[in-house]
RNA sequence: UGGGGCGUCGUCAAGCGGUAAGACACGGGACUUUGAAUCCCGCAUUCGUAGGUUCGAAUCCUACCGCCCCAGCCA
């Protein structure tokens, strides 16, 4: 929605940031015609994480509030590592969080002919040569950081034999290597992407678009804001990594004379607890640490989303980090409120017992099934009621009982009573021990008086528990997750083994869970609250007769604290 | 070291010369048939440091300090 709607709608408005600036002082500008037009340029050798989510709401988001276009265009100049499985996976997550990108879906080796034909326009202008130069060489040639460059002995060239050799170079006459086509621009320069930058290079390789129809490919630079141009975008918003390459992107627009977008670089986002390197992701991957790209454990979308996480969760986050220059690392915490706040509304509330201990109700009639009303969603009510069987046998939380009570702890013990939600209130008489001093089982009476979870005398009970059916519960497994890196900032730790920051308990699996058996049909990554622990949803692996559950993120836990504070 | 950026609460982040928003986290309390949710209250006399300009500075100037990025025919 525009800003506009936003405000007749009663919606607070949206925190203004720099780039929003920009924009807004452009149209009050009429600065292109008072148009506004984004992109999102990913590059297809991968699958996009929390941090293109930032980008992709940057970019999309932006365009939306401004009654403007953003158009998803991939930039697949490196036929080497991109694939149309990359492709396919990008845009189902970019659908997934929301965004639509209409009829504008772009590939930068669209533009290939046309950026050949610059290039051809820049060497007849002399701003551009072929240079023979070996890669070895060409890196010594280009100078450090502290002294200029050399001039390439073939930046001189004449237009016509530059004309022939870049001819050639695109018909295959050259091997890959031995040959590029650089902008000539000034070796001296400061900022060393303005030495000479290449703008192709050869590369015998098969694209997964244009196939073998070529055999050189334009370099990001080259790339980059020519297709900006073309697509008439203008903001092109990226990444601060680009900011040194600004004046390269104004210098071959300039060089052009053509339609000019605006760069404006934000900083990345880096979350605490995990890494949002593309290399680091890939080697998480690749030496087993997780299972896969979509683990629930991995900052991916396809990771994410199968931890639970929904897309309205991360959009809210984006759009609570905020958009700035300066480095941050956003603490997971803030990601893991924004799922709390909407599954809190969203999630029907169930019952499941992760590590059980059986309890036996001796004064409850054997062979008696009473279903007890339990409500959906307190947060909603109209999400409605559904029954829930209660026998003698249940099933309670092991952590729900302690034989010898600390302080402040008020639920289940010898002698103690707690109430049942939904159900009755319950009073532990006895505590069953198995040869190894193990418990094995809690007798229990109840009190028929409480249906429904009060009693008729007002007493006040202030522990309540969870529980289950024994007879009806149905078995379930349960996989618990929690950070990938004990470290807060991984990232820091450059040339340090990450393997030795992980978590080692990131993930826990709960084979003998029971579950109420109103879950016996859930769909595939359906989010529930398991009462009084967290937010879970289905694992795509689960099927009706092996239930699989991910926890997305655990209810706040007061008591824990406490007792981790007193203890 | 050359160049380009950035430094405001534990973490993000507003602030644009008129006397430090908000969020998360944290602490305290109320309420509670989820120790959840919800609701109150508290949480930077100070803005990397030091000077200067000004009636007045986080905002302007100067110097210094710190952090990040750039020497791929990756993006």
Request: aromatic content about 10%.
């Amino acid at each position: 929605m525009t800003e506009n709607e936003r405000a007749e709608a009663g919606e607070p408005e949206r925190p203004r940031d720099f780039i929003r600036e920009i924009v807004e002082g452009d149209i009050r500008a009429g600065k292109n015609g008072g148009r506004v037009h984004t992109r999102f340029p990913p590059e297809p050798n991968g699958y996009l994480h929390i941090g293109h989510a930032k980008a992709i709401s940057i970019d999309f988001g932006i365009a939306e509030e401004y009654g403007g276009l953003c158009n998803l265009r991939f930039d697949d100049t490196n036929p080497v590592k991109e694939e149309t499985e990359y492709v396919e996976g990008m845009k189902h997550d970019i659908r997934w969080l929301g965004y639509d990108w209409g009829d504008r879906l772009f590939f930068a080796s669209d533009y290939y002919e046309q950026l050949y034909t610059w290039a051809v326009e820049l060497i007849r202008k002399g701003k551009a040569y072929v240079c023979d130069l070996s890669p070895d060489e060409v890196r010594e040639y280009r100078g450090t950081l502290t002294e200029p460059g050399r001039e390439s002995p073939y930046r001189n060239r004449s237009v016509e034999e530059n004309l022939a050799l870049f001819g050639r170079m695109r018909n295959g006459a050259f091997p890959d290597g031995s040959r590029t086509l650089r902008a000539k621009i000034d070796m001296a320069a400061s900022n060393v992407n303005m030495r000479d930058p290449i703008m192709y290079r050869i590369l015998h390789a098969t694209h997964h678009r244009t196939g073998d129809a070529w055999c050189i490919y334009p370099t990001y630079d080259w790339a980059h804001g020519q297709s900006d141009s073309m697509e008439g975008i203008t903001h092109s918003l990226c990444d601060l990594a680009y900011e040194i390459h600004r004046p390269l992107y104004d210098w071959f627009l300039e060089a052009l004379g053509a339609h000019h977008p605006q760069q404006i670089e934000f900083a990345r986002l880096n979350l605490t607890h995990t890494v949002l390197s593309k290399r680091k992701l890939i080697r998480i991957v690749r030496d087993g640490i997780v299972k896969g790209w979509d683990d629930p454990r991995m900052p991916t979308l396809c990771g994410l989303r199968r931890r639970g996480y929904t897309p309205e969760a991360i959009r809210t986050f984006c759009e609570r980090i905020g958009v700035a220059k300066r480095d941050s690392v956003v603490d997971a915490g803030l990601l893991e409120h924004c799922l709390r706040e909407d599954l809190n509304r969203r999630a029907p509330r169930v019952m499941a017992v992760l590590r059980p201990l059986r309890v036996v109700i001796e004064n409850y009639p054997e062979g008696i099934v009473e279903q007890v009303e339990a409500l959906n969603n307190p947060e909603d009510p109209a999400q409605g009621t559904r029954l829930l069987p209660f026998s003698r046998v249940l099933y309670i939380e092991q952590e729900d009982f302690r034989e010898d009570p600390p302080k402040k702890f008020y639920r289940l013990a010898p002698g103690r009573e707690v109430r049942l939600k939904h159900a009755y209130f319950i009073r532990c008489v006895d505590v069953v021990k198995d040869h190894a001093g193990e418990i094995r089982e809690l007798r229990c009476t109840y009190d028929p008086q409480t249906m429904g979870g009060s009693s008729p005398d007002g007493r006040e009970i202030k522990g309540t528990l969870h529980w289950v059916s024994a007879d009806h519960a149905l078995h379930a497994e349960v996989r618990l997750y929690s950070h990938l890196f004990s470290e807060p900032d991984p990232a820091k730790l450059e040339g340090e083994d990450l393997t030795q920051f992980l978590n080692p308990t990131s993930l826990q699996v709960l084979s003998d869970c029971r579950v109420e058996a109103s879950l016996a049909d859930a769909g595939p990554l359906q989010s529930y609250q398991f009462l009084r622990q967290g937010y879970f949803c289905t694992d795509p692996e689960s099927r009706p007769n092996a239930l699989v559950f991910n926890r997305s993120v655990a209810l706040r836990d007061s008591w824990a604290k406490l007792e981790k504070a007193g203890g």
